[in-house]
Every structure is written in structure tokens, then in C-alpha cells.
């Protein structure tokens, strides 16, 4: 199948990460399969956060899974500083993972319940980190003080003795302890208040600052998206619909499905007319036998012959803006270039 | 005027009784709702705002739960009733949609029996009758196919169009007032927005009271006709939507709305966090329960509790003793400033950066 086209990449030597054309695709025995990722290709700059939206299924999380190779994706090139992870082997790639690692999403459930926070932050230091135990906790407790945790008052404390937002800050310190390069946040802050997930990502853009990483933000919310990227990614059903700056994306969306997710926004202010464009009719196709064509299609109100018949490619709409349909809502240059 | 209300609740409290002491998650609180409006109820986890709606329910049964006060519902006074005279107005009268569309059905029987048990036991009509009662509540919740989907098994639905079922469950029976406890918490944007509709439109339809329980003022900003703003099992903002939006008098009603990221804000505009964390419920500070996180707070909001009071229209009260906007919320603002209380540093940052000034005081 083909992909979404690759006219948005950069040169790989500007670039800290590059995924292409990136397929994962579950079996589901009988011959049938759940295309979860068709053909994603984005890359990231070093110091940049990128944002993954999309609706549940769009294959968002299992596009940053796959950064990891967890599971291996199907086919495609993952290029972490110029090395593909698709060839190399499991030890190496073990090596690999001490610069890529991962948030999720529930806070309490990622952290082992039966062990202290000391012990949990310090976890990836009896693989990678010094042997002994004093220069082991220094490097903890400076993590759990950079996140806003009193290390010394955490460190036999357990899990459940704290609340959703200080577990998701020492999972945040026990993505940080191995002083990875690129973090992937897997919704981070979906399952936390209103005013917790405004500390989480004010922390996460501090540590940005101090440490220098490179972050992939994935999420449902948009506002939330829009506050932490620098670009963002729009995904529907394992394709990419559009790719842009994230100023630029929320001022001119170009892909209808990126207007239909500002519109349904919830926004505080009461003056806001609620009967916008979204049909109550609206599910999502399943990806074990996704539309032909363009995947929006049976959602999209600009969808006529030609996006049934053929797969739309990413086309420029400037030098930070892409999008993948066949009617944008903003002019693109007419001759798609790079399709495969 | 109290016989016109659907519903009068006035000075409810629930305690649970815990090893340290009593949690009082709600903690005197009053209100009145009316048929066809709807109220919200906005806070933080651990403001109180689902203990409420379940003690005005009457779901409150743990042994360990105490409720006081007194709900009066068209006439009836619910507090003190037994679970076994409730169960006639649960389902018929009240109904719940509840959070977690995922996990409030049960896995193992099909949706379609699970929709009509309550209506089989409440309306006394038959299997055939409730069949075709449920496939037309399906099909009012705009599931399509309603007829094949109402033999399917929860898991064979997403989790937008389980809400909807859930949705279709409580109003099986016409209820008179429903109750909605964060019910798209768990959903993307999208069904967000489908289900909110839904349960406008039915709403109008049925003429029905609803109070919306959420921790996002997004999501009641267009759709409540009232909003009651939660703090540690108190009210402590009550005004109609668009008043409530207009002039907030609150410092923590701002500091909630100041907490959401905006699309009109360019990236990487830092966020105003509210400071701290909620209060603890067993002994909750002294004065005013929000002063150890207020931007606002002076001496004497540590020690003596603000009450709740009606300000400029008697429609909208608040309880605080340094309102936002106000003269002494201007002073008590530049006093903290001054003496550098770091909360208030940040509220004055964020002021400079957006220019997003408090209201001026009326009158």
C-alpha cells in the first residue's frame, strides 16, 4: 500500500529522527490484518517537539511504539543520528534505548505498585547507570528534585501515596534518569485535571529547556498539542493528513479532518456557538478494511469520485505546511511531487 | 417559590467516616434547579462534585457515608429515604449516565438486555414491547443499525457509542432529571463534542433538569445554563454561564479557566498552573480552604471562612474575601505582590503576558 508520500521530509543531516514511510500492521489470523500505521513519514530536529493528534485508533501511540521498535513495524525506516533501527540487532537496539524513552499515559498504573519511588526512578540506572548504590540515588534524587518531587521524602514512599499528578512526575524522572536524547510523551497529561496537566506541561517545557531534549508529544487534545509543538502531525486511520507548524495549522487548517477536531474543542466561553459542523453520525471506519482512496472519505463533506478513487499525497502548501487531500481548504501547489 | 423547583438542596453534607477522621467531601452545599435547565458542576478531582450528584441521587450506601441536610425533590424529601423507597424514583424519576462508558456496562450481557432490564421491571410491559422500546432508544441516541446492535456484546461497540447506550439507559424510562458525571471524560474530542449534543438535544426534547458534572469549564461553557464552581466540598461560585464567564469573582474560578490551554495563544505560552495541590478533606486548612494556593490571600483568610454572598444581581454569589476585580481583590493583589507570595508572581505574570485583566468591579 502505498504511503502518504514524502515531499515534508527534511535533509537527514538537519534531522535528530526520521521515520518513513513507517507501516505496522497487526495479523488477526484468517488472513485478515489491522492496517494500525499505512505509510507514516515525519522527522524530527533536535530541540524540537513534534505532536501526534488524532482520534483513538488512528495509530498515533503505535506510531510512537514503533519509534522504539516495540513491536518491529511491518516495513518502513526508523532513523535515529543517521542509524536505521530497522536493521540492527536486539543488543544493539537495547544500547539504542537508553537515549529513547517513553511517558504514558496513566501515571499510577505505569509505576509498579509494589516497589518504593527510589527504587522505581532508579530502575533503569541497575541496567545503564553506575554500580554503586550512592552515585546511583545522586543521580535519582537529582532527577526527582528536577521534577518537583522532595527526593528525600519520595524515596521509600509507594506509588499509591501519591496522587496522579506527582506519579506522572516521577514517571517524567524515570524517563529523565538515563539522560535520553528524544522522550516520547504517549498522552501524558489525557488522564489528569485541567490544572495538574497546566503544571505537567509547564515542567515538561522546563526540562526541554534544561536538558535539552527532543520531545514527540501524542494526544488527543489539540489546545494542549498546540501549547507544548513546534509542529504538529495530524493522523486518521494510520495516515498522515497533514503536517504543519503549529501556529500556522490552527490559523489556516488545510485538511478538513483537522477542521472538524478544532471545531469539536470544547471552549471556555459561553458565547461560542455549539452547532457547528460535527455529524452525530460520525464513527470511525475500522482499520481492518479501511476505505479505498482517501481514508476521511466517509466522514469528510468535500469527499466526491476522485477521493474514492485515489490516495491522496502530502503537497505543499509552504515551506512548514502539508497536507494530504485531494480538496484542501487552502491553496497548495498543484503537482504533487515526491509520491512513491 | 421553593414548590416550582424540580429540585431544592439545601445544606447537604456527606461525610465518610475513615480511620483518620471524617472526610468531608461534601460540605454544605445548597442549590436549586429547575425543569429543562441545566446545571454544571465544575472542580478539580477531590472538589466533592461526584460525591454531590450522588447524594442528591441517594447512591451514597457505603456504610462508612453519612448524608445530612436535605434534598427535596417535586415535594419529596430524599435524604433519610431507604434504598428500597428510592428504587422507585431511580430510573423512573432520577438517572445517572456515568464516567467510564468502558466500564458501567456489564461485559458479559448483551447491551440490548442490559438497556431494557429497568424497563421491564419499572413499566411493566413485556419482552417483545421492551424490545422494540429499546431498539427505538437506540436509534434516538443515533446508533446506527439499532436493530443489529441490540443484540451485540458491550465490547463489539466503541467507546463513543457505548456512552451513547449508557445515555439511551437512563432515559429508557423518561426520567425527570439526569444526572451526567463527567460523561466524555474518556473520549476523544470528537465524540466529546457528539455526545454533549446528545445530551442537549434530548434534554429540550424531554424537557428534563440535568446537572453536568466536569472538571473542564470548556465543557459547560456552552451547554449549562447555570454553573456551581467546587472547592472542597463547598460552593464556592455560583452565576449564571454567561455571567460566571463575564465577570468571575472567584480567585479560583479564574485560576481553573487560566489552567486551559487556548488555541488563540501562540505556542509555547506558558501555562497559569494553580499552585499546590487540592486540600486534604480530613482537615482541611483553616479560613478560607483555597487561601493556601490564592493568589488573592490575605491574614485573614486563614482565619475566618468566607460565606457564601450574593454580589451586584442576586443570581450570582461567591464566597471570598478578596473578590477578583473588586477594590480589597485589587489590594489584597498588590499587598501579595509585594511581599512576593509566589503564587500571586505568577498570576501577575500571566496578567502582564496576555493582558487577560481581571473584570472590573460593577457598581
Redesign the interface.
Known amino acids: 500500500m502505498a504511503g502518504s508520500g514524502t515531499a515534508h521530509l527534511r535533509p537527514l543531516d538537519e534531522t535528530l529522527l526520521r521515520i518513513e514511510d513507517l507501516v505496522v500492521e497487526f495479523p488477526l489470523g484468517g488472513g485478515r490484518v489491522v492496517h494500525a500505521v499505512s505509510g507514516i513519514s515525519f522527522d524530527i530536529a533536535k530541540g524540537e517537539t513534534i505532536g501526534l493528534v488524532g482520534?483513538?485508533g488512528c495509530g498515533k501511540s503505535t506510531t510512537g511504539r514503533a519509534i522504539l521498535q516495540l513491536p518491529k513495524p511491518t516495513s518502513g525506516a526508523v532513523v535515529l543520528n543517521g542509524q536505521n533501527l530497522a536493521g540492527i540487532g536486539n543488543e544493539r537496539m537495547r544500547e539504542l534505548r537508553t537515549d529513547v524513552q517513553m511517558i504514558f499515559q496513566d501515571p499510577i498504573s505505569s509505576l509498579n505498585p509494589r516497589r518504593a519511588v527510589g527504587e522505581v526512578v532508579a530502575e533503569p540506572l541497575h541496567v545503564w547507570g553506575p554500580a554503586e548504590k550512592d552515585a546511583q540515588w545522586e543521580k535519582v534524587a537529582k532527577m526527582l528534585d528536577a521534577v518537583g518531587i522532595d527526593p528525600d521524602v519520595a524515596r521509600y514512599k509507594f506509588p499509591h501515596e501519591f496522587?496522579?499528578?506527582q506519579c506522572q512526575r516521577i514517571s517524567i524522572a524515570r524517563a529523565l534518569v538515563l539522560e535520553p536524547e528524544l522522550i516520547i510523551c504517549d498522552e501524558p497529561v489525557s488522564a489528569l485535571?485541567?490544572?495538574?496537566?497546566?503544571?505537567i506541561?509547564?515542567l515538561l517545557?522546563d526540562l526541554k529547556a534544561q536538558y535539552g531534549l527532543t520531545l514527540v508529544f501524542i494526544a488527543?487534545?489539540?489546545?494542549?498539542v498546540?501549547?507544548?509543538?513546534?509542529r504538529v502531525v495530524v493522523m486518521y486511520l494510520g495516515k498522515m493528513c497533514e503536517m504543519s507548524e503549529?501556529?500556522e495549522l490552527?490559523a489556516n487548517p488545510a485538511h478538513p479532518y483537522t477542521q472538524?477536531?478544532?471545531?469539536?474543542?470544547?471552549?471556555?466561553?459561553?458565547?461560542?456557538?455549539?452547532d457547528?459542523a460535527?455529524?452525530?453520525?460520525?464513527?470511525?471506519p475500522s482499520p481492518i478494511n479501511p476505505p479505498s482512496g482517501c481514508r476521511f472519505r466517509t466522514r469528510c463533506p468535500h469527499a466526491d469520485q476522485i477521493c474514492t478513487d485515489v490516495e491522496p499525497t502530502m503537497r505543499r502548501v509552504n515551506d512548514d505546511h502539508f497536507v494530504a487531500c485531494h480538496h484542501p481548504l487552502v491553496p497548495v501547489e498543484e503537482v504533487a511531487v515526491g509520491v512513491n | 417559590m421553593t414548590a416550582q423547583h424540580a429540585l431544592v438542596v439545601k445544606d447537604l453534607r456527606t461525610h465518610f467516616t475513615v480511620a483518620a477522621g471524617d472526610v468531608k467531601a461534601v460540605d454544605g452545599v445548597s442549590f436549586t434547579l429547575d425543569r429543562g435547565k441545566t446545571l454544571g458542576v465544575v472542580g478539580e478531582s477531590g472538589s466533592g462534585k461526584t460525591v454531590l450528584s450522588r447524594s442528591v441521587m441517594g447512591l451514597n450506601i457505603a456504610s462508612n457515608s453519612k448524608t445530612t441536610g436535605s434534598v427535596v425533590y417535586e415535594g419529596k424529601e430524599l435524604v433519610g429515604m431507604s434504598p428500597k423507597e428510592m428504587k422507585h424514583l431511580w430510573g423512573t424519576e432520577m438517572a445517572m449516565v456515568f464516567q467510564d462508558p468502558m466500564t458501567s456496562l456489564n461485559p458479559v450481557v448483551k447491551v440490548g438486555r442490559q438497556l431494557t432490564e429497568h424497563v421491564r421491571i419499572h413499566l411493566d410491559v413485556s419482552k417483545t414491547e421492551a424490545r422494540a422500546l429499546g431498539v427505538e432508544l437506540l436509534r434516538s441516541v443515533r446508533i446506527p443499525e439499532a436493530d443489529e446492535r441490540f443484540d451485540v456484546y458491550p465490547h463489539e461497540m466503541s467507546g463513543g457509542m457505548r456512552q451513547r447506550v449508557c445515555i439511551a439507559m437512563a432515559l429508557a424510562c423518561s426520567p425527570e432529571m439526569l444526572f451526567a458525571d463527567e460523561p466524555t471524560t474518556a473520549l476523544d474530542v470528537t465524540v466529546q463534542h457528539q455526545i454533549l449534543n446528545l445530551l442537549n438535544t434530548q434534554q429540550r426534547d424531554r424537557n428534563m433538569a440535568m446537572i453536568l458534572v466536569t472538571h473542564d469549564l470548556g465543557v459547560v461553557a456552552g451547554r449549562a445554563d447555570e454553573i456551581a464552581v467546587m472547592y472542597a466540598g463547598k460552593v464556592v461560585e455560583k452565576a449564571p454561564t454567561k455571567t460566571l464567564f463575564k465577570e468571575m469573582h472567584h480567585p479560583y474560578t479564574q485560576a481553573l479557566l487560566w489552567s486551559i490551554p487556548k488555541t488563540a495563544q501562540p505556542k509555547h505560552t506558558r501555562l497559569s498552573a494553580i499552585a499546590g495541590r487540592p486540600p486534604d478533606l480530613i482537615n482541611p486548612p483553616s479560613g478560607c480552604s483555597f487561601s493556601p494556593r490564592c493568589p488573592y490571600a490575605r491574614p485573614i483568610c486563614r482565619e475566618e471562612e468566607p460565606v457564601l454572598i450574593s454580589g451586584v444581581g442576586d443570581d450570582h454569589s461567591y464566597a471570598c474575601h478578596h473578590p477578583v476585580g473588586s477594590p480589597a481583590g485589587q489590594e489584597a493583589f498588590d499587598k501579595n505582590l509585594e511581599e512576593g507570595l509566589p503564587q500571586t508572581l505568577v498570576a501577575a505574570g500571566r496578567i502582564q503576558a496576555t493582558e487577560d485583566l481581571p473584570t472590573t468591579w460593577e457598581d
Open positions: 482520534e483513538s496522587s496522579g499528578g485535571d485541567v490544572s495538574v496537566q497546566a503544571q506541561l509547564n517545557e488527543h487534545d489539540l489546545a494542549v498546540k501549547n507544548i509543538s513546534d503549529s501556529d490552527y472538524l477536531l478544532l471545531e469539536s474543542l470544547p471552549i471556555p466561553d459561553p458565547d461560542v456557538v455549539l457547528r460535527v455529524s452525530e453520525h460520525d464513527e470511525l
